[in-house]
């Protein structure tokens, strides 16, 4: 579960140019022409592969990461360096496609509940210890264990065992069968379907038996794994993390780059950190400042240097599908026919971001239905009879609450002058820190609309729905506690909650992603219960004159173990 | 002179007191560092870990003793996000500090006394003209905005570091000090240039000045020797407590060179709400503030032989 605080910064001038946009009725979906999207920078297609020669240094700048062990490593920082120094059971490619990693082949019993991992014979760790099932047991167990107090060991909550581990009853993962050596036996007690799927977030990985537990400071600092890059020397903590080629690397082509060297920055400017970086030739990889977007794609894409790549993840307004005025369809399709998300996109962000017609992003290209969110359209007309349908009446107050420091006031804004012109509706309108709207969103009379985000953390469009919408997901036992899931719109329908749990249980791939669609035609075609803006799409500079096979992986991190010198 | 010191010292504990108390609640007020703040979404019962794990559930009075408790035997603490060693982070931090801060003070004070003692000597010249047009000038610019300057047009020339740079390009020292160093004590020499010329001008006029040019002693002299070192005494004072200040850390400077001090240890402990840190920093800044203060006083005693500390 990966919530996005930040999102875009954006320029006055951009928003005031927004002013004389749009009245006439225009599709938000069909926004083609010719092939070309209107609004939108289009993506980069994955660069061509160049075969690898082995050298090079290559250079990037992060904030100070969390943790890069993997019992703890979270965010997209510590994720970096924790993906390329382990290797986990599975790989997945940066469009959301599956290939083995440590695992030849995984299969499951018919309702998966079991789920039976062959391993690969002679992979090693960075000191030489071989990686077999009792190492993935121990990874395992080390992050799950109570004291770890680990804050990503949520994502193994399937697994038999895992409850009374985190509540201090067992020091063993009783669902975990290490008896063979290249067999790793996983009893679920919440059969999944895409058990396997999880296994490739990093606190899944393996680990040697010196790392001890979660506490021993010195492998938190250097984390032995079995990945492509190991630690050249300890993290040395608000400077840097120097990666070194792993040249007995077995579990899959060998990395190319005799060494990786990422600088810590301060975080209070990392972007623009990265981007100077860029300029005056300390990095070879950046992100970009938003409002630089306009100004850096034009300066790079002509050099080759620019990467835009649609990654699985939505940005979207979140009702409150039980509270007055947004419990009823109509009332939400007519905040979201009144959105011109063409206009935003172009005024205020000045052409970089997508306007979404579903909520399941193209970036999971086999469950993407464009068009799917019918009502994502801008129909001002349509909103208005929709609108006196539910009996949002001209004049009727709505809440609008976003988070403040994440640049998300100027879209919020120009969101709120489109509601009150289309519908003449009252906006309380307000931004307070990110903590205060996650708490704002779980309290049991909370209404009207809140700026969302969501990332996948696994290629499924399951990881979308279930836990943004389903009755499980709430965890609030009444109407009258706090939602303390993930589900804060407290959407519930028997029948979305039925097919999620048809696809969970149906290992057939095909056959599952038809189901996650059926699940999504009605929770956002039919009852539209939450509202899709944009969908999330990233941009890099990369110095293709020295470097090639650069790309953005799944969780959007840089394909490091492909990169190769020219 | 024991006596005075003992009293200075017992008045440090008690500003270290109300110090630590005030950040403790301050901290207390910013609400619980475990909550999820979206960037990740911590599960309830982790929650409910950690926070045992470093005595949040215990009341507010039981966590500031533990604490102080802690610090008698100099123990920090661990911070909340990675649970390092609070000390051992002041101790990669605190002499680079220590570094920036003495090379900002030794431009300032030669910037300063020097321009404050020709401005002085030669009253209403051109120069004095100069020097105080331009230490108004530097006092009225904001240090951000020098410093943004510099790193803009200055920083990769000459043996001055690009910012950033990678973390594998090893400096010397002195060539990453310079020019935060210089930013930080543009302003302080722009202060010093003036009390120092106030305080020249008026010791210029007292009687054993007069005497001493009297006596036919040599003009350099006379400056350099009897009216200098009574003109110090407010400079000494306002270099003090700008030591002090810097000591402290410059959150400011530091952060835009991406200069690994305390100011830049603090600039992001706040912004993580890194309680055990920002904690740890303030107890310094406190404790290096008391001691120069202590410092100062005895100076004084030293450069004026009529103030008697006891």
Known sequence: ?566 | MTRFVARRIAQAVLVLLVATLAIFLATFALGDPFASTGEKVVPPEVQAIDRAKFGLDKPLPVQYLTYLGNLVHLDFGVDFDQRRQVSSMLAETLPNTIRLALVAIALDVLIGVIAGVIAAVKRYSFTDVLVTVSSTLAIGVPTFVIGLVLVGYVSGLWIFPVVPRSFTVQVPWWHEVLLPAFTLAIIDAAFIARLMRGSMLEVLRSDYIRTARSKGLPERVVIGKHAMRNSMIPVVTYVGISLGVLMGGAIITETIFQYNGIGYLLARAIQANNAPVIMAVVVVSVVVFVLLSLLVDILYAYLDPRIRLD
């Open chain 1, 1 to 566: 579960m990966r919530k996005i605080r930040t999102g875009t910064v954006l320029t006055l001038a951009a928003l005031l140019s927004l002013v004389p946009a749009g009245c006439a009725k225009r599709p938000n979906v069909g926004t083609q022409n010719g092939g070309v999207p209107l609004v939108g920078f289009p993506q980069t297609p994955p660069p061509p592969h160049v075969p690898g020669k082995p050298g090079g240094v290559f250079r990037l700048g992060i904030v100070e990461p969390v943790a890069i062990d993997p019992y703890n490593s979270q965010e997209s920082e510590g994720n970096l360096v924790t993906e390329n120094l382990f290797t986990e059971l599975i790989n997945v490619g940066p469009d959301g496609s599956v290939s083995p990693g440590v695992a030849t082949s995984w299969t499951s019993n018919p309702d998966c509940s079991q789920w039976i991992f062959t391993l690969q014979h002679g992979t090693t760790f960075h000191n030489g210890e071989p990686v077999d099932s009792v190492a993935f047991k121990r990874g395992w167990e080390r992050a799950a264990a109570r004291s770890a107090a680990s804050e990503v060991a949520y994502h193994m909550n399937e697994v038999q065992g895992f409850d009374a581990m985190q509540a201090g009853a067992a020091d063993h993962l009783s669902g975990v069968d290490a008896s063979a050596p290249d067999r790793l036996v996983v009893t679920l007690a919440h059969p999944d379907c895409e058990f396997y799927l999880r296994t490739f977030k990093t606190v899944f990985s393996p680990v040697p038996t010196v790392a001890g537990p979660a506490d021993n400071k010195a492998y938190n600092d250097q984390p032995i794994g079995n990945g492509p890059f190991m630690m050249a020397g300890p993290w040395q903590h608000d400077r840097g993390i120097r990666l070194k080629r792993f040249d007995g690397y077995a579990a899959g082509p060998k990395a190319n780059l005799a060494e990786v060297d990422i600088t810590i920055l301060p975080s209070q400017s990392a972007a623009q950190g990265e981007y100077d970086g860029f300029n005056n030739g300390t990095f070879d990889w950046a992100r970009l400042p938003t409002p630089l977007l306009s100004q850096a794609r034009a300066t790079y894409q002509p050099r080759g240097e620019w990467i835009s790549k649609k990654t699985a993840g939505i940005n979207y307004l979140l009702p409150m599908v039980t509270t007055p005025p947004l419990n009823s369809v109509a009332a939400r399709k007519a905040i979201s026919e009144a959105i011109d998300r063409v206009a935003i996109a172009r005024g205020v962000f000045q052409g970089s971001q997508v306007p979404a017609d579903a909520f399941v992003p193209p970036a999971l290209p086999d469950a993407y239905q464009s068009g799917v969110c019918t009502a994502c359209r801008y129909d001002p007309a349509d909103a208005k009879k929709l609108a006196q349908q539910a009996g949002l009446a001209p004049g009727s107050t709505v809440n609008f609450q976003f988070n403040t420091g994440g640049g998300h006031e100027e879209w919020t804004a120009a969101v709120t002058q489109q509601l009150k012109r289309n519908l003449g509706l009252n906006v309380n309108y307000s931004g307070v820190p990110f903590t205060d709207l996650l708490n704002n969103e779980q309290q049991p009379g909370a209404s009207g609309i809140f700026r969302a985000a969501w990332g996948a953390d696994y290629p499924t469009p399951g990881n979308f729905l279930q836990p943004l919408l389903s009755t499980g997901a709430i965890g609030a036992n009444s109407p009258s506690q706090p939602a303390t899931g993930d589900n804060r719109g407290r959407y519930s329908n028997p029948r979305f909650d039925q097919l999620l749990a048809q696809a969970a249980a149906t290992p057939d791939k095909g056959q599952r992603i038809t189901l996650y669609q059926q699940a999504e035609q009605l929770a956002i075609g039919q009852d539209l219960a939450e509202i899709p803006l944009w969908f999330r799409q990233q941009f890099r500079l990369a110095n293709t004159m020295k470097f090639a096979n650069m790309y953005l992986d799944f969780a959007e991190e840089p394909t490091l173990a492909e990169i190769t010198l020219r």
